[in-house]
């Protein structure tokens, strides 16, 4: 998964922020448990910045109500309250470019 930035402070967030771990080689790219997560600058290419919407990247979490209070201590706005879909919970936030993000638990067993 990649996403669109245009500040440093959208690459800091997602270490600093949100605590993902940046890889050793590479200040664009971030892990989240086994699964890597970049970001890349459309300037540096001469393509205009536009922020990545309707495509929430899924941050999976033990407890949304207990990260979402986290990062709101850090100053991440929400757009509304937790969202229970009667399988998961759900949090919505952006990060500093307006790229769609979620907190997300599912709750609910998987059906076999």
Sequence with gaps: MAFRV???????FYVE???LKQDERSRLEFWL???CFGIWEPAKFGMPFAPQK???LALGVDDVAARKA?????GVE??????DTGVCHMAF???PD???LMLHKRYAPHER
Excluded at 6 to 12: D, E, F, G, I, Q
Excluded at 78 to 83: M, Q
């Design 78 to 83: 929400f757009g509304g309250e937790i969202l």
């Design 93 to 95: 936030f952006n990060d």
């Design 54 to 56: 309707n495509g929430h």
């Design 98 to 100: 307006g790229n769609d």
């Design 33 to 35: 448990d086994g699964t």
């Design 70 to 74: 986290e990062l709101e201590d850090k």
């Design 6 to 12: 245009r500040t440093a402070s959208a690459r800091s």
């Design 17 to 19: 922020t949100l605590g």
